[in-house]
């Protein structure tokens, strides 16, 4: 059975930091691509960044610059470290893991960004 899990999600202050951990089982981790995804109250979920298997990223311009995405396939995990936050960061913030027609979501992690 395959699981996945988001943690470290929480209240920051605007310009502050904080780092999204997705950790997965039941799959073998290495031969997946991975995103981050985010859903704001009254909006649709946006991509926020991806990184490969083979560790190729990609970032909405929203985040580029802020956001580091970041995978350690020897424990099975995926990063976000977002720097310099700002009030529109403010989401649910999920993990999703995919390859073919395989796609695996976590359950979220509520990122508020306010002083």
């Known amino acids: 059975q395959v699981q996945v899990v988001e943690s470290g999600g929480g209240l920051v202050q605007p310009g502050g930091s904080m780092r999204l951990s997705c950790a997965a089982s039941?799959?073998?981790?290495?031969?997946?691509?991975m995103g981050w995804f985010r859903q704001a109250p009254g909006k649709e979920r946006e991509l926020v960044a991806t990184i490969s298997r083979r560790g190729n990223t990609n970032y909405v311009d929203s985040v580029k610059g802020r956001f580091t995405i970041a995978r350690e396939n020897a424990k099975n995990t995926m990063f976000l470290q977002m720097n310099s936050v700002k009030p529109e960061d403010t989401a649910i913030y999920y993990c999703?893991?995919?390859?073919?027609?395989?796609?695996?979501w976590g359950q979220g992690t509520q990122v508020t960004v306010s002083s």
């Open positions: 039941g799959i073998a981790f290495r031969f997946f691509d």
């Open positions: 999703k893991i995919f390859r073919e027609q395989l796609n695996y």
